[in-house]
């Protein structure tokens, strides 16, 4: 048996391989059924990579269907592909009864994020940087690749990212990690003092595609571990930096705090691939909460029957309104 070199230790554990691995697992069951959400007393928040926010809006039936049939107070949008230059862009993806936010890179088509909240909902947004401050003039500063909306509400802080991807043979690793990943982990930190020197008791949610396996079981088992260990989004680097990030601010990912040895279960299918035709995915959305939220966790899940894009949606419900 291929052994390896434990992260952090000098003792040798063995290599997992797939079976180890699936021996982990248990079947996803579902906590809740669709008619147990209450939508007068609970808060329903969705996170989607919608892979081009043009073509998915123009085709309208995914799209809209999301919010006619999920009735989501909160969705967040990641890879909106939208450019500044574009005229009516304000009118582009518009949802009747929702207010939306974007942040749009500098590269024309390329990343950027969109929120929408629903106009009944008490808002107001503090930025679009991972360089967050208290100073006013921070909140009209935009995230160079478009990838960063944080907005306040009553009850909560959202922050809807959308992480860079390392890139093939791992030639951005270096700056996701070192760089991305370390403004992120500030930015959580200086978001939770600023609500703490303001005596206000919100909770904070970081959201989006994340771009990290960060179980063995959140992507499909391809060839070799170490092979799997090269790749953008499994790198070790990459999973323990978004663990780093986790237990520098109290955070967990909802899903597994729920769900913890549930497999497989995926939000992202390479078209390449046919990834959602032979079950090869990976899970690259979260919903990361402080742990003191948990507690106001309904349920926290994905909907992989929504097409329209290489990922699907992911759902987070809170037992009360924010």
Sequence with gaps: MKRRRDQGSRIDVPTPTKESIESQTSDFIRLTKDSDFDEATMTKVITWNVNGLRAISQSKKDFMELFTKEKPDIVCLQETKLSRDVKNIDSMGEVEGYSHYDCIGLKKGYSGTRVYVKKSIHHSVLGYTLDFTTDESSSSTIDDEGRVIIIEFDSIVVVNTYVPNAGDGLKRVDYRVKEWDRKMEGCLQRINTYLTGTGKNKNVIWTGDLNVAERDYDRYFQKSYTEMGKCAGFSP????????????????????????????????????ILGRKNNMGWRLDYFVLQKSLMKLVADCFMLPSVLGSDHCPCVLWLKSRV
Aim: charged share 25%; aromatic share 20%.
């Design 237 to 272: 680097m990459e999973r323990d930096s978004f663990r780093q990030i986790l237990q520098k601010n109290d955070m967990v990912d909802a899903f597994r705090a729920l769900y913890p040895t549930a497999a497989p279960v995926y939000s992202f299918w390479s078209y390449r």
